[in-house]
């Protein structure tokens, strides 16, 4: 066989699978090597990987892959038997010999055509005398160790590693290990998203469990009272006709409380094992999802201590908690603003090594990294022995470039200083350098994290060092959030963004610069209603006071005044569907206990409408029950949609414009209702189960009481002819979804039948 047949694409597949694995654990090893040369173990795995890279690039026809790995083998081997101690420079060229084995794994064509002299210069410089070459400059070193992300297997002193898994039931350990299946990640979404719908829907057995608690209390209280009945009218008052029915009436209730006791007990075993199976179902497939914190430092610790060698500072970074237990895509989405971190860490944090011997440090910087669950999310600290942030130099940045005048500067506190660490465009870098200085860094990181809904502070140890503190979910499918009532419908705040929930008094209240403020902590917060932010009709509060939840971002603070606490729910986020684009204000939706929808807060989108409402000047104060007058009778609208999605967002932004509005599955549905109530407005999608839109239309066209019935069409078909057909078949209005937005279902609505109360 030929090399060209054998660089089948399959055969390429695995060769750049092993090179990850393999190229992983020369990486760990080498890295550890750096730091104490003699080490056997370390030395026996990276050989060994060196020797399995060099098999399986001879297997698949890859020739410069098979030299590159030869002679790392013979210098590792080398080192092995003593003959040869690894300094530095032979520690670099062997670094760069595993991402140029990468590399051709990669793109096999690259190492016969552009490659070909980089490959050269390698081999040379690893048969040459140790310490003959000096590093490479930092932008060879930055480009060898991110050109291109890779997903690498987690780190194993072993030349096969494997994923790990859990033992199979009746396996040994041995064999669970051996049994790997490779599974798309779509594959584990559907899983996902499946078990979690399955889990929602069996909660909702818990409320129609109580209700039948409820009709046997009423049952028996039917059969005390038969009782009382029975013997009231034991003197004879009552005929022997009257006496038997009511003995028959006695029996058929006796007879219904035993088969009602009977049904109770199997729909309660029921519920309790269904309850269970949905639970583990969900947590299985969680489960399948669920990476070490390990898979995310892959490579890490190599750029860490090659930035730091490029610029003339021996770095470490120290890892704890590399077990933990995260989601893949939290994991994927943390690799960024982590990066990032590390960076500022070693080029911001650590001194020169002439500099720390002073200080009376070791020359040799650390990183420490810490993972750990807590409370249902991952907390990181990521904390460095450097030497802080230097908050004179800091205070005198922030007046020179404007934020502050400097009496302002002179008052600021520590928190107030590190927060413009986050702005966005702010360096304290005079110069821009390869590796810093552009303003990009500390705001991206907290743009990110506050997308995977968590959370970063710093804090600083003049002269000892910086942390950086993170919070995110553990998973992305479920959120702990606290639930309120808003306009009476449900929504949800990511607690990770909740600074704390309070009930004000009517006397809290204060006016200050014609905007509404009380008093938290030391400090005026703005006060919001949630109502008119989401476009609500504002609904009746308890006498208890106004709940209000506070949400902060950087130095920002406000409280939004809801109608009710309902409390603090663990929901599976279930997402908007993508055709409707971004909603404003809101993130995803989720389903209830009691299987009510509710509709989860997007906090970063919440602080720009605020914003907007300020900078018009149409902030409406909280407490306006005084003058919600009872007005005209609300103009009715019936919403026909078989998605749950578009029904309920359609629903809201028409009760927030103050329309009475009822909704309806499918067309069937929708027809039943127009016949049986009263409706000022019918929309209606147009593909759905049972009976689609064009035929319900059809339908209330050809009705004598219906037919003139405003009409509006919401579908996702945005070509001509389905316009017209739906106009044809009667239709006075047609939207497409695709364009849909806020504004323009709401302009539509009051053009047909004008304002909700006429």
């Known amino acids: 066989m030929t090399p060209d047949q054998m660089r089948d694409a399959s055969l390429l597949e695995l060769f750049r699978l092993e090179a990850e694995a393999q190229t992983q654990v020369l990486n760990t090893g080498l890295l550890v090597l750096e730091r104490n040369p003699a080490q056997a173990d370390q030395l026996e795995a990276c050989m060994r990987a060196a020797h399995s890279l060099k098999g399986a690039a001879r297997i698949v026809g890859l020739d410069a892959g098979v030299r590159v790995a030869h002679v790392m083998e013979d210098l590792l081997e080398a080192a092995r038997q003593g003959h040869a101690h690894l300094q530095p420079e032979n520690i670099d060229a062997l670094l760069q010999g595993s991402d140029l084995l990468l590399r051709i794994g990669s793109d096999a064509d690259w190492a016969d ?21 000096a590093p490479p400059p930092v932008q060879e070193l930055l480009e060898a160790v991110l050109p291109v992300p890779l997903v690498v297997e987690p780190p194993i002193a072993g030349p096969e590693p494997r994923e790990p898994e859990p033992p199979a039931a009746g396996d040994s350990a041995g064999e669970a290990r051996d049994r790997v299946l490779r599974v798309s990640a779509e594959r584990l979404d559907h899983l ?34 038969l009782d009382v009945a029975r013997e009231s009218v034991l003197d004879g008052a009552l005929d022997a006709q009257g006496q038997t029915m009511l003995g028959e009436a006695r029996q058929l209730l ?22 269970q199976r949905a639970q583990l179902l969900y947590d299985a497939a969680l489960a399948s999802r669920m990476r070490p914190f390990a898979d995310v430092l892959a ?98 940045t922030v007046v020179a470039r404007g934020f502050a005048s400097p009496d302002t500067g002179a008052r600021m506190t520590e928190d107030e200083l590190l927060a413009f660490l986050f702005l966005p465009g702010f360096s304290m870098r005079d110069q821009v350098t390869e590796v810093s200085g552009r303003g990009v860094g500390l705001d991206v990181v907290q743009h990110m994290v506050r997308q995977l809904r968590g959370g970063v502070r710093m804090e600083q140890r003049s002269g000892q060092g910086a942390s950086f503190h993170i919070e995110v979910p553990l998973t992305l499918s479920v959120v702990r959030s606290l639930v309120v009532e808003v306009g009476g419908e449900a929504y949800a705040f990511p607690l990770a963004h909740i600074e704390r929930m309070t009930r004000l008094q009517h006397e809290d209240i204060v006016q200050l610069e014609g905007r509404q403020h009380f008093w938290h902590e030391g400090r005026h917060v703005g006060l919001v209603s949630a109502s008119q932010i989401l476009q ?3 609904g009746t509060r308890d006498e208890t006071g106004i709940p209000v939840v506070l949400i902060s971002e950087r130095d920002t603070c406000y409280g939004i005044a809801v109608e009710r606490f309902i409390g603090e729910r663990t929901l599976v986020v279930m997402p908007l569907d993508p055709r409707l684009g971004k909603v404003q204000d809101l993130s995803a939706g989720a389903l209830l206990d009691d299987g009510r929808p509710v509709l989860i807060l997007d906090v970063e989108d919440l602080f720009k409408s605020v914003g907007k409402l300020l900078g018009s000047g149409r902030l409406e104060k909280v407490d306006r029950s005084g003058r919600q007058g009872v007005g005209a ?29 009822a909704v309806a599955v499918d067309g069937m549905d929708g027809w039943n209702a127009l016949r049986s109530e009263h409706f000022d407005l019918l929309v209606t999608d147009i593909d759905m189960p049972r009976m689609d839109g064009i035929e319900l239309v059809t339908l209330v066209r050809r009705d004598n009481r219906l037919q003139s019935l405003p009409v509006m069409v919401v579908s996702y078909k945005d070509r001509e002819e389905d316009r017209r057909r739906g106009l044809d078949a009667g239709a006075d209005y047609y939207l497409a979804k695709a364009s849909f937005h806020d504004e323009a279902l709401l302009d539509a609505v009051v053009m047909l039948i004008g304002e909700a109360q006429g």
């Not at 490659?115 to 070459?133: K, Y």
């Not at 979690?196 to 046997?216: A, C, G, M, W, Y």
């Not at 960024?336 to 020169?352: K, Q």
Request: glycine fraction near 10%.
């Open 113 to 133: 055509g552009a490659g070909r002299e980089s490959i050269e210069a390698l081999i040379a410089r690893l048969q040459g005398l140790p310490g003959e070459v």
């Open 192 to 225: 996902l998203d499946i078990s979690s719908k399955s889990l929602v829907e069996f909660q909702r057995i818990k409320p129609l469990n109580d209700t039948l608690h409820r009709l046997k209390r009423l049952q028996a209280s039917a059969s005390r009272a």
């Open 254 to 275: 006796g007879e219904c409380q035993q088969m009602l006791a009977g049904y109770m007990a199997d729909f309660d075993e029921f519920g309790w094992q269904g309850g």
């Open 299 to 396: 490579g890490q610790a190599r750029m860490v201590r090659d930035l730091g060698r490029s610029l003339g500072k021996p770095v470490r970074l120290e890892v704890s908690g590399e077990t933990t237990q995260v989601d893949r895509d939290v994991l994927e989405r943390l690799e960024a603003p982590l990066t990032h971190l590390l960076r500022n860490a070693v080029d911001h944090g650590i001194e020169s090594p002439h500099l720390r011997i002073r200080l009376g440090k070791p020359e040799e910087g650390v990183i420490r990294l810490h993972a750990r669950h807590h409370a249902g999310m991952l907390l990181l600290e990521l904390a460095d022995d450097g030497a802080g942030v230097d908050l004179e130099r800091l205070r005198d």
């Open 536 to 538: 609500c009709a504002e």
């Open 633 to 661: 009778q609300r103009k009715r609208v019936l919403v026909v949609d078989d998605s749950l999605t578009v029904r309920e967002l359609e629903r809201k932004l028409l009760q927030g414009r103050g329309y009475d509005v």
